[in-house]
C-alpha cells in the first residue's frame, strides 16, 4: 500500500495544522499528492482550494487574500472559498460553467485544521476531554516523516517494539507480550493492555512519580485510517492521552501531528516537561520508522511481511483498510 494506489483514503479528513497557524495568508499544502492551499475568508472561516490557477496553471499560494478571497499572482483571476472564480481583470475568451478550481471540505477542531479531499466516510475521532475542563491540551508535534504513515500507526499499537526501540527510555528489559484485547469499532478497534515500564530519572518529572517502577493501562483506540487516540493511566491518576494524526503528504512522506489531553494542571508538570518526554520517545520511534519500507503490503498480493502475535492489531488495520477499499 502506497498512498497513491487509494484513492479512498480521500474520502478522510486529515489533520493539517494548528488553528493559529492559518491565517490571512496563503498556506500551501501537499495532500494525498494534491498541492493545494489554505487561508482563512473574510468571516474567519477555513478554505481550501487546488493549489493552481485554471488559466496558466500557477500556484495560487503565491498569490494574496483580498476580501477573503485568493488571487493569483500571475495575472490577478480571483477565486472564492468555494473555488468559484469570482474575478478575471481582464476580457476572458471563453467562460466554463462551472467556473472555478477545485474545493476541499475544511473543518476547525481540536484547536486544528482539517481537510477531506472528498466526502468523508467517517467524521473527525471524538476526543471528549477536549470540552472537559478536567483535562488541558498541550500540543506537541508538526512534522514530516519520511514513512508510511501505515507504519507509524501500526507502530503505536505494537507491545513488542517496546524492549527494543525504548529500552533507554520506558522500556523494561522483558521482550515478552502481556495479554491485550482487541475490540473491532465501526471506524477501527480498540487495543487494552496493561504492562510494566520503567520511570527513569530524567523522565520522573513528566509522570510526577517517584518509583523507579510503574505501570500503565493503555486504551488505546485507532481510527481509521491512520489516527490514534490513546488514553494511558498511571497508578497515580494521571491520564495522558496521546492524540496522534498522521497525514499522508505522498508515498514517502507523512506529517506527524500530536498532542495530549491530561487530567493534571501546568503547575502540576510543566507543558515543557510533558513534551520534552514525548519528544525523546517520538525520535525513538522515528529513527526506526524512517528505516523502513515505503510500501506495506496490506495482503500477499503486494507483498509478503511475515507476522507474529503482536502484529494483529497492525494486521486488522491492514485488513479494514483493504475491506474499504474493495467495497469503495
Ligand atoms: S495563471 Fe492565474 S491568472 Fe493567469
Ligand atoms: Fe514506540
Redesign the pocket.
Known amino acids: 500500500m502506497l498512498p497513491s494506489g487509494y484513492p479512498i483514503l480521500k474520502r478522510f479528513w486529515y489533520c493539517i495544522a494548528p488553528s493559529a497557524t492559518i491565517s490571512d495568508k496563503p498556506f500551501p499544502f501537499t495532500l494525498l499528492g494534491e498541492a493545494i492551499v489554505l487561508w482563512r475568508d473574510s468571516e474567519g472561516r477555513v478554505r481550501a482550494v487546488k493549489d493552481r ?6 500556484k ?1 499560494s503565491l ?1 494574496t487574500i483580498e476580501n477573503g478571497n485568493i488571487v ?6 480571483t477565486f472564492s472559498g468555494t473555488g468559484q472564480c469570482v474575478r ?1 481583470p481582464q476580457d476572458v475568451i471563453e467562460k466554463p460553467n462551472p467556473f472555478g478550481v477545485p474545493a476541499y471540505h475544511c473543518a476547525e477542531r481540536y484547536n486544528h485544521v482539517w481537510v477531506a479531499l472528498e466526502d468523508p466516510i467517517h467524521d473527525i475521532p471524538e476526543i471528549a476531554e477536549f470540552s472537559d475542563a478536567g483535562y488541558r491540551q498541550v500540543i506537541e508535534f508538526r512534522e514530516v516523516w519520511s514513512a508510511n504513515p501505515q507504519r507509524i500507526v501500526e507502530n503505536s499499537f505494537d507491545p513488542a517494539h517496546i524492549a527494543f526501540v525504548h529500552k533507554n527510555s520506558f522500556g523494561t528489559s522483558d521482550p515478552s507480550i502481556d495479554p491485550f484485547t482487541l475490540t473491532e469499532t465501526e471506524d477501527g478497534f480498540i487495543f487494552e493492555n496493561d504492562i510494566r515500564v520503567l520511570n527513569p530519572e530524567h523522565m520522573k518529572d513528566a509522570l510526577a512519580i517517584e518509583e523507579d517502577e510503574t505501570r500503565r493501562h493503555s486504551y488505546n483506540r485507532f481510527y481509521l485510517p491512520f489516527s490514534r487516540v490513546g488514553r494511558i493511566v498511571y497508578p497515580t491518576g494521571l491520564e495522558n492521552i496521546l492524540c496522534t494524526f498522521l497525514t499522508p503528504i505522498d508515498d514517502t512522506r507523512t506529517q506527524f501531528i500530536q498532542w495530549v489531553m491530561r487530567n493534571d494542571t501546568e503547575a502540576e508538570v510543566s507543558a515543557e516537561k510533558v513534551i520534552a518526554f514525548d519528544r525523546l520517545i517520538t525520535n525513538e520511534d522515528k529513527d526506526i520508522l524512517e528505516s523502513t519500507d515505503f510500501n506495506v503490503p496490506l495482503d500477499n498480493s503486494e507483498g509478503v511481511e511475515l507476522h507474529m502475535v503482536a502484529d494483529r492489531p497492525g494486521m486488522l488495520m491492514r485488513k479494514m483498510l483493504r475491506r474499504l477499499a474493495q467495497a469503495g
Open positions: 490557477c485554471l488559466h496558466r496553471t500557477a495560487l498569490g493569483c499572482p500571475y495575472h490577478g483571476w478575471v
